[in-house]
């Protein structure tokens, strides 16, 4: 239900199915909206510089 509220809001996002108190995840599926607007490469941007500032301390 959230994929299919996500996906018509057009909400960009990553909608991990599971179970959630063993963390052991099933399937992940992500909106168009994620892949049009290019979040994959944001995202490694992103963990590439928390990465960077995680080392540095």
Not at 4 to 13: P, T, Y
Request: proline fraction near 0%.
């Amino acid at each position: 239900m959230a994929f299919v509220q996500l996906s018509i809001l057009g909400i960009a996002a990553e909608v991990s199915t599971g179970d959630t108190l063993r963390m052991e995840f099933r399937r992940t599926r992500y909106t168009l909206a994620y892949w049009l607007n290019k979040f994959d490469d944001r995202l490694k941007v992103r963990r590439l510089f928390e990465a960077l500032a995680e080392s540095g301390r």
